[in-house]
């Protein structure tokens, strides 16, 4: 899902002065005296995306089977602030949060995506998640900000990070809403111009406008899941919270009051395949521009489609970002590396041959060298031959069998030399 474009729309502001959700927003480069944080994933300046950048980073390796450099773990769990939140980035994480720091639920809620799926920091994901549920805002959604209006992005990353710690979404409630009351509430009817889609908000007028950002967003956490979602079954089984999947791509939108979480998420998902139906993939405009493939949408549609309906459904444009999203990942960087290995996670596809080209190799070049790399996850690449990057299977046989020799070699030396022995550095 792409909750990224809160950053990337406040990156792309800083450029070129205007609002929009690109398809390209990259951040603006360091100037040549700030050094980057030792640690951290990118090149560019993480002012806007540092946290978010570092979290999908983190989990997109744990998804594809790398344990990430401890340095770079230790840099995101470095920002957290005392009361649990995070924001976009801190140059000085020594100095204590205050109330010129502006924390975000975006950040915070990746951060505990990554972080619970590493394992061991229960500590930081709970004080998370403890922020997270005090700023919960009556509808039962979250804004980017805390207080801010309820928004599908913001609300959905939020329910992937409930998930990942184990915690039931619906069970999250302020004054009797659910997340899922808030998502519900962002749902198009299935009557009009973006039957079955979510809207980011109400625009100025109330009105529920179609936004296919917000309707991926919306659809994997109307299921229960988050950033590194899993593809349903063949049959289309449930999502983890109760969703149904489905034909995504002959399926109609149902419902004319309101649906529930599963039909809302199947609903999504039948907009999502009707927009990439001819071309494979989401366009995106801005103001005075002609529009352009919006690749990061695109990703997070395959995504969304897959946890709802099973690859199939995502197999058109899951073919084109395979072909067309190469340019696009190396000029964006990490994130953008991340986005495609979660497309490839949730159809099954291989992170190590996406169109040719190796996501973990490219995402890990990103960063610091990853601790390990030979590691696929389970059910990532079932019955597939990984390639290595360096770190991998066959790396290990290739220094085991020059081990091997040198021993040979050493015994062979010590023999001809009477059994001299040979000092240990």
């Not at 710690?165 to 111009?193: I, M, N, T």
Request: glycine share 14%; hydrophobic share 45%; proline share 5%.
């Amino acid at each position: 899902m792409n909750i990224r474009r809160c950053a990337a729309a406040l990156a792309a502001v800083a450029v070129i002065g205007i609002p929009g959700s690109p398809a390209f927003a990259a951040s603006p480069s360091p100037s040549g005296k700030a050094a980057l944080p030792d640690g951290l994933y990118g090149s560019t300046d993480p002012k806007y995306d540092g946290v978010w950048r570092q979290s999908l980073a983190l989990l997109a390796q744990h998804t594809a089977g790398v344990r990430p450099a401890a340095r770079a773990v230790d840099w995101l769990t470095g920002q957290q602030c005392a009361d649990g939140s995070y924001a976009a980035f801190r140059a000085d994480p020594a100095r204590a949060c205050d109330a010129k720091v502006m924390v975000d639920t975006n950040s915070t809620a990746a951060a505990v995506q990554a972080l619970a799926a590493l394992g061991g920091h229960d500590a930081a994901t709970g004080k998370a998640v403890a922020w997270l549920k005090s700023v919960q805002n009556k509808d039962g959604g979250w804004g980017y900000t805390a207080g801010g209006p309820s928004d599908t992005n913001s609300t959905a990353v939020v329910v992937g990070a409930l998930a990942a710690v184990g915690e039931k979404p619906a069970a999250v409630v302020k004054d009797r809403k659910s997340p899922y009351d808030a998502l519900l509430g962002l749902a198009l009817p299935c009557s009009g111009d973006g039957a079955g889609a979510f809207a980011y908000q109400p625009d100025k007028k109330g009105k529920l406008v179609a936004n296919a950002d917000a309707t991926a967003a919306g659809v994997v956490a109307a299921l229960g899941q988050g950033l590194a979602a899993t593809g349903a079954g063949k049959d289309g089984g449930a999502g983890k919270d109760g969703g149904a999947g489905g034909d995504a791509a002959t399926a109609k939108c149902v419902g004319d009051g309101k649906p529930t979480a599963a039909q809302a998420a199947a609903n999504g998902a039948a907009y999502l395949a009707h927009e990439v139906a001819k071309d494979g993939y989401l366009t995106s405009v801005l103001p005075g521009a002609t529009a352009q493939p919006d690749y990061g949408n695109t990703a997070d549609t395959v995504v969304a489609l897959a946890a709802q309906g099973g690859a199939a459904q995502a197999k058109k444009p899951l073919e084109w970002l395979e072909k067309h999203a190469e340019a696009w990942a190396k000029q964006s960087g990490p994130a953008a590396y991340a986005q495609l290995v979660f497309a490839a996670h949730a159809t099954g596809a291989d992170p190590r041959d996406f169109g040719g080209l190796d996501l973990v190799k490219a995402l890990n070049a990103t960063g610091p060298a990853p601790e390990a790399t030979d590691a696929p996850t389970a059910g990532d690449n079932a019955g597939k031959s990984t390639k290595s990057d360096g770190g991998g299977h066959a790396a290990v046989w290739w220094t085991g069998g020059i081990l091997l020799v040198v021993v040979i070699a050493v015994g062979f030396m010590l023999s001809r030399r009477g059994g001299k022995r040979v000092q240990q550095p």
